[in-house]
Nanobody
């Protein structure tokens, strides 16, 4: 599976962006998908995850209520709608995919098998 993230850019605080992650391969619908981010000088951190059919989602506390993860299996794409953006949301955002494993591992970077190249989100104050 190859993942291609897009949709990043520069936005003012309070604004919105929608990230997309397009996957190649025929097994996308079998994968749990996640979004992670890495801010300058910091370690990569979990943002959100969605299970194979979209029936379960999970968010980091820092984005809960502002970000929404969704997927369209027909288009082999996962999305991250980001609203009420804050300067501290500035980071490179990565999509990732994993096949199998218990749902509670979805927050763990090491449990993911495939990674996209990242897309930069910059939120100005």
């Amino acid at each position: 599976v190859q993942l291609q993230a897009s949709g990043g850019g520069l936005v003012q605080a309070g604004g919105s962006l929608r990230l997309s992650c397009a996957a190649s391969g025929r097994t996308f619908s079998s994968y749990t998908m996640g979004w992670f981010r890495q801010a300058p000088g910091k370690e990569r951190e979990f943002v959100a995850a969605i299970n194979w059919n979209g029936g379960s989602t999970y968010y980091a506390d820092s984005v809960k209520g502002r970000f929404t993860i969704s997927r369209d299996n027909a288009k082999s794409t996962v999305y991250l709608q980001m609203n009420s953006l804050k300067p501290e949301d500035t980071a490179v955002y990565y999509c990732a995919g994993k096949y199998g494993g218990p749902w509670y591992t979805s927050t763990r970077e090491a449990s993911y098998d495939y990674w996209g190249q990242g897309t930069l989100v910059t939120v100005s104050s």
